[in-house]
């Protein structure tokens, strides 16, 4: 039996690292414990829980439902595949010119961090979200495509809970020089991915036009 009939190992290798780089594992982490600083062990375990699931589950319903909203909205695949390539640009530029915007501020101390903004925007964010819908637009009806897209999304989530659940242990480990290095090496193959997907949207652009 050929494998491939039930699963696009393609598919799934750029749909995994392009959300890996996107969602930044090693980033993620000092964000993490800034935003959970006054929550005990316990309460941060949960916290990184919470926002894996939140986070899985906004990406997967746009997954799902994003072909609809194209639809509904008439904008092409390849409209998207060039707007999200550019959108992903915008987010590799931030990890390698080491743009930070900040401990993103709730408003309120009684917010539930690991929702807004653990959840989304930070993991949940337009970047990922784009990246997932392009993945299931490139699949199109294929039912291996779209089991590849979901175990994608649902490792690379399984990376980020195990990312912030150890994340103390983590920090010390890597160090400030180690999440910096890691943060480049993301931006950079965030940026290969981002060139790639608006490379192919022009030529799709330019082979559909009628002059």
């Not at 807004?116 to 990922?128: E, I, K, R, Y």
């Not at 912030?164 to 965030?190: A, D, H, N, Q, V």
Request: cysteine-free; overall charge neutral.
């Amino acid at each position: 039996m050929n494998i491939d009939v039930f699963f696009d190992a393609a598919m799934f290798a750029t749909t995994f690292t392009t959300l890996i780089v996107i969602l930044d594992p090693p980033g993620t982490i000092p964000v993490f414990l800034g935003l959970t600083a006054r929550l005990n062990r316990a309460e941060q375990r949960r916290a990184a829980l919470q926002a894996t699931a939140v986070s899985i589950s906004v990406i997967l319903i746009f997954a799902v439902l994003g072909q609809q909203i194209l639809h509904l909205l008439q904008i092409s695949m390849e409209a998207l595949q060039l707007s999200g390539g550019v959108l992903l640009f915008l987010v590799a530029m931030e990890l390698l010119m080491g743009q930070d915007s900040g401990e993103p501020d709730t408003g309120d101390a009684r917010v539930n961090v690991a929702l807004v903004p653990l959840g989304t925007p930070l993991l949940a964010g337009p970047g990922s979200i784009v990246a997932v819908m392009v993945s299931v637009a490139q699949a199109r009806s294929s039912l291996a495509g779209w089991v590849a897209v979901i175990v994608a999304v649902v490792i690379a989530h399984i990376v980020m809970w195990a990312a912030m659940r150890f994340s103390l242990e983590l920090s010390r480990f890597l160090g400030p020089g180690g999440i910096m290095l890691l943060t480049k090496i993301s931006g950079l193959l965030l940026a290969a991915i981002a060139t790639q997907l608006v490379m192919t949207a022009v030529f799709i652009f330019i082979k559909s036009a009628h002059f």
